[in-house]
């Protein structure tokens, strides 16, 4: 079997002949990671941290001047980021070890005979 480094660091498994598709499956591994960190970074981390900003903007009885910026302080800011973060880390833990588990016979078989 043979494992082929992407340009953005995934390995990514092929089999010779038997993936006849690794070009289509590089551009999906490509564009996935481009709109995780679009959806991720730019509207779910951004919209935690404008509302938790808010939140002690406003129990200081801050006032924001024209061009002043909301500026979060603490591990507030941070801490519901990292724990969405952490949860969908464990849910592709568990899809892997699925997909590692329904394919295991297909390369037991494949390999079988080498």
Known sequence: MRAFMSRNGYLVPGTGTHFPRFGALYNFLTLASLADSLIFSGFITNGI??????????TNLNTLTDGEALTCYGTICYSITCGILSVLCLMAFVLSMIVVYRTKRVYAKLYENS
């Open 49 to 58: 941290y404008d509302y938790e900003a808010k939140i002690q903007s406003a």
